[in-house]
């Protein structure tokens, strides 16, 4: 015959303190590590009611088990911790990008170029921050640019981005040959052509009667890295261009009639929204000039207005479609930004905004260890 007895205990715990130190450090890699954790957990008191047949009996003897689980439960809390944030937390930060692809031409570098600094009021982290050419990623735009300085706390997060990181992202799609177009047949409007037509009918008279049918065509190269300038009042983006008129004779070479420098200058609207930064621009200024002849210049003058139109409704678009789909800010996934605001400094870009966690840190730790076990 055994005899048992059943009921439940309501166990409470007052005076809980857990104190922990994080040290964050830089890995091998630039990514953000924790390197140890110092843990104090203290529990002050526990108190604990039992029911069942023999529940007084059990109240008699409550002092003793709950100081016997006040002891264990000192000793279990800080290992626990421990091995969250250096085994779990860790394998979190080590999903999140430092260096990837943006498109087929450039990828970009966001690995820490020092340990993170941690001040009463901030985390801050500096990240490098630089586009490279994916076909050679060695070659790379130095950096001059003005080293910003973050002074707000409303939000959560506050990202500065210097004109080096538009830069460098400029400079590598300059270097993988991405800026430059040709605009012949169907691209070339039948007013433009009939401009151009009358523009040169002297020059290809004087050159070859016969060529005077043949379609035109205009070749346009950026000459140099676009430099980015930021100001309070917004940013913008000088860029200068070869631009090359030339004839298509059917089954002959092409046969150059003039060749033009042609400078811009284009607003540019930084925008976040949830991960990926966004720039979208918009021509402001156009000038041409001949690369000949200061004669030549003055008869270009009716190709101004023409020629700009042709920007704003072949090139810029073209412009627009590589940067409206953003580059993705290094967050680990089930986070984003949102309430996002951007204000502009002399010489760099700061963004505020707070996070939103579509998923609890225990959702994204299992998401996490889940992807390992389906790639082992």
């Known amino acids: 015959m055994c ?14 303190n857990i104190n922990t130190v994080l040290n964050l450090i830089r890995d091998d890699e630039g990514r953000l590590k924790i390197n140890n954790m110092t843990c104090d957990a203290k529990i002050a008191k526990m108190k604990a009611k039992f ?10 003897l409550a002092s003793f088990l709950t100081s016997g689980m006040r002891f264990i439960l000192n000793q279990q809390i ?34 820490l170029i020092d340990d993170p600094v941690v001040t009463s009021q901030s985390l801050d982290m500096h990240f490098r921050g630089m586009f490279f050419d994916l076909s050679d990623p060695n070659n790379t735009l130095e950096n001059h640019a003005v080293e910003p300085v973050i002074k707000e706390y409303d939000r959560m997060v506050y990202l500065a981005l210097s004109e080096f990181f538009f830069d460098s992202g400029m400079f ?26 009358t523009t040169y009918f002297g020059a290809i008279m004087m050159l070859n009667p016969a060529l005077a049918d043949a379609p035109f065509s205009l070749q346009i190269a950026v000459n140099s890295p676009p430099k980015t300038t930021i100001k309070t009042t917004g940013a913008t983006v000088v860029m200068t261009a070869i631009v090359k008129v030339l004839l298509l004779p059917p089954g002959q070479a092409p046969v150059q009639l003039s060749s033009m420098t042609m400078e ?4 540019a609207k930084v925008s976040m ?10 021509l402001r200024r156009f000038k041409i000039f001949s690369n000949q002849s200061a004669l030549e210049s003055l008869a270009l003058i009716p190709l101004q207005a023409p020629l700009k139109t042709m920007l704003q409704m072949s090139v810029v678009p073209l412009i627009n479609n590589w940067t409206k789909r953003g580059v993705r800010i290094p967050l680990a996934d089930g986070m984003d930004f949102i309430e996002e605001v951007v204000e502009y400094h002399n010489g760099f870009i700061v963004i505020g905004a707070n996070l939103h966690f579509s998923k609890g840190l ?4 299992d998401g996490n260890n889940q992807e390992e076990a389906d790639t082992m």
């Open 172 to 197: 590598s799609y300059y270097k993988a040959g991405v800026f430059q177009t040709h605009i012949v047949n169907e691209k070339m409007s039948k007013d433009m052509e009939m401009l151009l037509r």
């Open 264 to 267: 811009t200058k284009f607003n």
């Open 362 to 365: 225990r959702e994204m730790m």
């Open 3 to 16: 005899d048992y007895d059943t009921g439940n205990i309501n166990a409470s715990a007052e005076g809980v």
């Open 273 to 282: 929204k949830g991960k990926r930064l966004a720039i979208h621009a918009d």
């Open 78 to 111: 800080c290992p626990a911790l421990n091995h969250a944030a250096l085994v779990h937390v860790n394998s979190l930060l080590e999903t999140i990008p430092v260096r990837t692809e943006v498109d087929d031409y450039i990828g970009i570098d966001y690995s």
């Open 51 to 60: 029911s069942g047949t023999l529940g007084k009996v059990y109240d008699f």
